[in-house]
Every structure is written in C-alpha cells, then in structure tokens.
Antibody
Framework: EVQLVESGGGLVQPGGSLRLSCAAS????????MSWVRQVPGRGLEWMANIKEDGSVKYYLDSVKGRFTISRDNAQDSVYLQMSSLRAEDTAVYYC???????????????WGQGTVVTVSS | DIVMTQTPLSLSVTPGQPASISCKSSQSLPQSRGETYLYWFLQKSGQSPQLLIYDVSNRFSGVPDRFSGSGSGTDFTLKISRVEAEDVGVYYC?????????FGQGTKVEIK
C-alpha cells in the first residue's frame, strides 16, 4: 500500500523558514518523480514543485522559485520542501504526491499524503 | 499559464441520478501520442485528493465504472452515471500538458 506521510508544518513568522518532509513507503521511491502541491484553506489546489527520480531535474511554480527548494533522499525514501522568505499567502495545507507516468506520456499525481499545515503569521 | 475553469461550482444531486461537471481550458490541450493530459480528482471532506480519471477518459485503479471522462481540445467533462452517497466531495480537473500544472477551482457535489 502506498503511503506518504508529511511532517514539519507549523506556525512561522513572515520572512521565516520551514522545512517540510514527506516519508514514502509501499513503492520503490527511487523510481518515481515526486511533487508538492498546496491548498489554501477553503480554496483550490496549487502545484508547487516536481523532482525527478534521481533529484537531477526540478521544476517550480514561478511564485516560489528562489524561495522554495525541493529535494529528496532516496536512501531515506523521503522528499523535502525547504521554504524560506515565507509570506502570509504561503499559508496552506502542503501535500506531497507521488507522480505516475502513463504510457501515453502524460503524468500526474496518483497518490497523495494527508498534508501538513503551514501557517505564516506574526 | 493554462487556466482551468470548472462549471458548475456546486451541484446537488439526488442519489441514483446522473451528474456532470465541465472543465474548460484557456488553451487547447495539445495531443501527444494521441492523448491529452487531463485528469480528474475527488477530494472528500477532511481527506487528500484521490485520482479518478487519467488522460481524459481512463479510470484509475479501483474507480467505479459509474465515473467516466470525455472531451478534447479545450472542453472536458466528468460524468457520474448514478450518484451515490460516497461520491460527495469536491471534484477538480487538472492539466499536465504544460508547466505549471494547473487545477480547476473545484466543483462541490452534495446529495439532496
């Protein structure tokens, strides 16, 4: 059974930093791209970042480029999101997700974690 | 960025009746290898999203056959042939044709 468990969320002041972690199990972690997606309370979903199986390729949403860094440790079956220069508008539930590549060439999250809450406030 | 627009934003359905959700993209989602990269997710209350449909019309593992997806170009539809109580939640479409991935704003489905 695929399991993704996020941790590291909490209350942080504007301008502060936070590191989110996502521990994966139930699949061969090193064979899959991984993603972070956030959800502002009561609102929709917003893609943040993707990272390739070996960590060599990373993609970011423009609004977080330079502030957020996605990384992974395949020995620990974990993916991370280092967030800095946090703003009130970064307040959200942050989900990690496993990415599946279909035979068509398309790709999407297929499994999601339960999310971790980040609140940016003074 | 490709903007995904869902209608309606909310839907109240009698159990056993059909339901339909529209998702329109601001740009045509180009086909590659004959496929369009459009996905549907359901987020039940208090839960994380779960994948329902991939590549427009393919049901993900374990998804009941009352769910179906269709469409091409800029217009896509998710249909539930006979709504059940367990289908309540917020439905999102998503495109991965182009980064950034973008989601529709969500359609809340409730039972009458």
């Amino acid at each position: 059974e695929v399991q993704l468990v996020e941790s590291g969320g909490g209350l942080v002041q504007p301008g502060g930093s936070l590191r989110l972690s996502c521990a994966a199990s139930g699949f061969t972690f090193s064979n899959y791209w991984m993603s972070w997606v956030r959800q502002v309370p009561g609102r929709g979903l917003e893609w943040m970042a993707n990272i390739k199986e070996d960590g060599s390729v990373k993609y970011y949403l423009d609004s977080v480029k330079g502030r957020f860094t996605i990384s992974r440790d395949n020995a620990q079956d974990s993916v991370y999101l280092q967030m800095s220069s946090l703003r009130a508008e970064d307040t959200a539930v942050y989900y990690c997700a496993k990415i599946f590549y279909y035979r068509s060439g398309g790709y999407s999250p297929d499994y999601w974690g339960q999310g971790t809450v980040v609140t940016v406030s003074s | 960025d490709i903007v995904m627009t869902q209608t309606p934003l909310s839907l109240s359905v009698t159990p056993g009746q059909p339901a339909s959700i529209s998702c329109k993209s601001s740009q045509s989602l180009p086909q590659s290898r004959g496929e369009t990269y459009l996905y549907w997710f359901l987020q039940k209350s208090g839960q994380s999203p779960q994948l329902l449909i991939y590549d427009v019309s393919n049901r993900f593992s374990g998804v009941p056959d009352r769910f179906s997806g269709s469409g091409s170009g800029t217009d896509f539809t998710l249909k539930i042939s006979r709504v059940e109580a367990e289908d309540v939640g917020v439905y999102y479409c998503m495109q991965s044709t182009q980064l950034p991935w973008t989601f529709g704003q969500g359609t809340k489905v409730e039972i009458k």
